[in-house]
């Protein structure tokens, strides 16, 4: 797609031939430039190096909230002397 805009294609009739947007073009364009070093912004790697951050962060989140559950249930089970109290 970029060496069509290369050897001089407009955006449009690029964006046509691949039934897409011309603002998908712009963007496609302008995030190989960030790749390229020439643009300032996040590389394609570091956005998936980032997403795949915040989706451990959210399951570390999750795993956190059980725990905490998990020992809210055994302070319930648990008298003011430490015994712990059997269910019946």
């Not at 009739?13 to 963007?27: G, K, P, R």
């Not at 989140?61 to 648990?78: C, G, H, N, S």
């Not at 430490?82 to 019946?88: D, H, L, M, N």
């Amino acid at each position: 797609m970029l060496d069509l805009l290369a050897q001089g294609r407009s955006v449009a009739s690029v964006a046509h031939d691949l039934d897409v947007s011309e603002q998908t073009i712009y963007n496609w364009r302008r995030q190989d430039r960030i790749d390229r070093g020439i643009e300032a912004g996040l590389t394609t790697a570091e956005k998936g190096e980032l997403a795949a951050a915040r989706k451990r962060i959210s399951e570390l989140e999750t795993e956190l909230a059980v725990a905490r559950r998990a020992v809210d249930v055994l302070k319930e089970q648990t008298d003011p002397k430490g015994a712990v109290r059997r269910s019946k």
